[in-house]
């Protein structure tokens, strides 16, 4: 079974930027839907943003659009997040997760594989 492993979380000022890094262990994203998902505390796990198989398609929650962007690289076999002008209703911990029938979906039900989360702290 494939593991995600996500990095480039850290402390950051609001108006700041950050890119999150989410590299599969083995297979391969070209055939993956992947998406970030965030879990603030004491809060449930909210949708950010999520990418096809193709990279063609893209689907954003409307709190960071406009500030986040999703992107892949298949030959690095890594899913990207870049975060910018971050707020600090940002502060969360980020995951990613993989669908591997290749459905771009905003629910985590929908996602087979996850991550083990990086936190994400933006202070004002």
């Known amino acids: 079974q494939v593991q995600l492993v996500e990095s480039g979380g850290g402390l950051v000022q609001a108006g700041g930027s950050l890119k999150l890094s989410c590299a599969a262990s083995?297979?391969?994203?070209?055939?993956?839907?992947v998406a970030w998902f965030r879990q603030a505390s004491g809060k449930g796990r909210e949708f950010v943003e999520a990418?096809?198989?193709?990279?063609?398609?893209?689907s954003y929650a409307d709190s960071v659009k406009g500030r986040f962007t999703i992107s892949k690289d298949d030959a690095k076999n890594t899913v990207y997040l870049q975060m910018n002008n971050l707020k600090p209703e940002d502060t969360a911990v980020y995951y990613c997760?993989?669908?591997?029938?290749?459905?771009?979906?905003?629910?985590?039900?929908?996602?087979?594989?996850w991550g083990q989360g990086t936190q994400v702290t933006v202070s004002s």
């Open positions: 997760a993989a669908n591997v029938e290749g459905y771009v979906a905003t629910t985590p039900v929908r996602y087979d594989t």
């Open positions: 083995e297979g391969t994203f070209s055939s993956y839907a």
């Open positions: 990418i096809s198989p193709s990279g063609s398609l893209t």
